[in-house]
Structures are given as structure tokens and as C-alpha cells.
């Protein structure tokens, strides 16, 4: 049995309400011994906590507000909160937090606000921050630049990116995080990834977003990060089971 690790998954959203401690255990049963939930924005945060609570020996819970979550009239007292239960206990890592231009562009200013403020709670506490990057590269790259001084480390989740922003990432102390668009048909990921060394590579799910081929158009789950490995394995020319030690190392790494 090979051991994976699923470095990015919602599994407490609503999408699992009737099947949450059977898909738990689908992915637990597929290798997948430790999944990594981010929060969005203060209504996730008990059901996240629940699930935590549930499967304590497979499900960490991570402390962030998504930039989708980024309004002008709630930031300041989403960001009192999640300031709030990062002191309160020990997390996983700071996020999801990041940049998104897809939906709202509008909001890029305080974004880029709360983005570097969650930045610098990950170097206080030593954590690592999981970014989101939706149309935003550049503009995300831009904020960690600024922020690094040698302690600031962590994953761009859901990489979708050009070989020239891989580098930079990974120059900067991050890791790169893969998913489900790694099996799509068009996508450039595989020609990118077989110039990016494995030690820089974690796998994800985005569960229940972005489902790896053939679940396409369907609810993604944890126990399909394997299809997003297999993948992985032929874009690198690699065994499974070295892409499975690697990705498993590289995440207990960077959390600890």
C-alpha cells in the first residue's frame, strides 16, 4: 500500500453531508493517511473543526480567510477573527489565503492586504501559508516577495502556472501544490512538472473542486489524489511509489 498525502481538501463542505465518514474512510483505505483542511471564512470553521475532531489521526485543521471571502465591509473582522483562533491553539498552517482575480477584481487592494497580513502571522508562528493564485501569479508572487525575509514558507495550491513562475515559487521557499487539472487534456501542467524536480511537488485534491479524470464534472474526494499521482508518474517517468515517498516527505516537511 502506497501512503499519500492530500495537502488540500475541503472535506467539511456541505457537498459531504451525507457521506462524510464513509468518503473519510474511502481515502484513508486508498493510502491517503493525512489530509490538510484550509479554512475559507468564519462559517467554515466549526465544520472544519468537527471534522478535525472526528478523525484526529487524519484530518488538520489550517487557519486562513480566502481571498474570494476578501469583502470590503467584513475583512477587517474576518481577519480579527482568524487572528483570534490562530492564538488560541495549534494549527496546521496559515490559509487558504492568496489573491483570486477571477471572480472580483475589484477587490485586488484588500486582498493584497489581507494576504500580506496572514503572511506575517505565518512567520510569527511559524507556519506554513497556503496560497490561493486564481488569475493572479504575478500580483501573489508580489506579496510573498515582499514578505520574505527567511522565514515565510509554504504551498501554491492548485499551481496552474509557467515553468518561469514554478521557478520563482520554489526560489522564494515554497512548494508547488498539484491536483485534479494535472489529468486534464489540455492542460500544459504535465510539460511544466517534468521540469520541476519531485522534491518540489505536493500533491492535493481540492476536494470537492477540480476532480481528477474520469470524475470530471463530479464531486472530488480525497481518495482520488492516487489518479492525480498516477499522472504525476507518467508526465516524470517516474514509479508511483517514488512519487508517493516523495509528495508524503515533501508534505511532512513543510507542516511538520
Request: proline share 6%.
Amino acid at each position: 500500500m502506497i501512503e499519500l498525502t492530500d495537502t488540500h481538501a475541503h472535506l467539511y463542505s456541505g457537498k459531504f453531508d451525507h457521506d462524510r465518514p464513509e468518503m473519510v474512510q474511502r481515502a484513508i483505505a486508498a493510502g491517503v493517511t493525512r489530509m490538510y483542511l484550509p479554512n475559507i471564512d468564519a462559517e467554515s470553521i466549526q465544520p472544519m473543526l468537527d471534522l478535525e475532531a472526528a478523525f484526529p489521526d487524519h484530518c488538520f485543521a489550517m487557519m486562513g480567510l480566502h481571498p474570494s471571502h476578501v469583502k470590503p465591509e467584513t475583512v477587517e473582522a474576518e481577519l480579527a477573527l482568524v487572528e483570534d483562533w490562530l492564538s488560541r491553539r495549534t494549527w496546521a498552517g496559515v490559509g487558504e489565503t492568496g489573491i483570486d482575480l477571477y471572480w472580483d477584481k475589484t477587490t485586488l487592494g484588500i486582498q493584497q492586504i489581507a494576504f500580506a497580513r496572514q503572511c506575517e502571522w505565518a512567520k510569527d508562528l511559524n507556519l506554513p501559508v497556503i496560497i490561493h493564485s486564481r488569475e493572479a501569479n504575478r500580483e501573489a508572487l508580489e506579496v510573498v516577495r515582499k514578505a520574505q525575509d527567511g522565514r515565510l514558507r509554504g504551498i501554491f495550491h492548485c499551481f496552474s502556472g509557467t515553468l518561469d513562475e514554478a521557478k520563482e515559487m520554489i526560489a522564494l521557499g515554497f512548494l508547488i501544490g498539484v491536483g485534479g487539472s494535472l489529468t486534464y487534456p489540455k492542460s500544459n501542467l504535465p510539460a511544466v512538472l517534468r521540469e520541476v524536480p519531485l522534491e518540489h511537488i505536493v500533491l492535493e485534491t481540492d476536494a470537492p473542486y477540480l476532480p481528477p479524470v474520469p470524475h470530471r464534472g463530479k464531486r472530488n474526494e480525497s481518495a482520488y489524489i492516487r489518479l492525480v499521482a498516477e499522472m504525476l508518474s507518467e508526465a516524470k517517468v517516474l514509479p508511483l511509489t517514488e512519487i508517493a515517498r516523495k509528495t508524503t516527505a515533501n508534505a511532512r516537511r513543510m507542516f511538520g
